[in-house]
């Protein structure tokens, strides 16, 4: 993915959510490395507003839809509640207040959940509010060829279909 081809191959999602479940375990051993510490309710409670917000109110709707359309400010609350800048901002808000605390890894706890197990992430308005392939997207990744380049490509298809050669190799 870069800033003109804002996808991912299968592979370079792999690696995405390989890093999130690197964050995933983290803060799990961290929490359960302090067990004790732990304020649990507190935890339990940061753990589910993201979702309590975020995500069920969009759930209810995106069902009650029936395959419709499901109203944006769903997507906008589902893409608030789970975004690190919400995240930092609730974290930092806590610490503040009430000392910082192991109940506040509960919060990477999600996100990192969500990205690495589930495969998660912000929502784009222009797919359904809950995963199902898109038609478009279907296409476009069945036209990619298996490194990621595009078969039509007229570069591609002027030297044959086969990639160039770096600078000042001869191969």
């Known amino acids: ?34 067990w004790d510490e732990v304020r649990w309710p507190v935890a339990v ?33 589902y893409n608030t509640m789970h975004s690190w800048l919400t995240a930092g901002a609730v974290v930092g808000l806590w610490a503040w207040l009430f000392g910082w ?6 919060v990477p706890l999600h996100l990192c959940g969500d990205r690495g197990l589930l495969g998660n992430f912000l929502k784009p308005f222009s797919v359904p509010f809950e995963p199902a392939p898109h038609p478009a997207f279907t296409a476009f990744e ?8 595009a078969p039509s490509s007229p570069v591609r298809a002027a030297r044959g279909g086969q990639p160039r050669q770096p600078a000042g190799s001869r191969g």
Do not use: C, K
Request: net charge positive.
């Open 142 to 149: 069945a036209s990619l060829d298996p490194n990621g380049q």
């Open 45 to 77: 409670g940061l753990f589910l507003y993201i979702d309590l917000i975020g995500y069920i109110p969009g759930a209810l709707a995106h069902r009650r839809a029936r395959g419709g359309p499901v109203p944006r400010v769903y997507y906008v609350l």
């Open 1 to 34: 993915m870069d800033a003109a081809n804002r996808f991912e191959s299968r592979t370079t999602y792999r690696l995405l959510r390989g890093e999130y479940l690197a964050g995933l375990l983290i803060s799990a051993w961290l929490l359960i490395a302090h």
């Open 101 to 106: 605390e192991w109940a506040l890894l509960a």
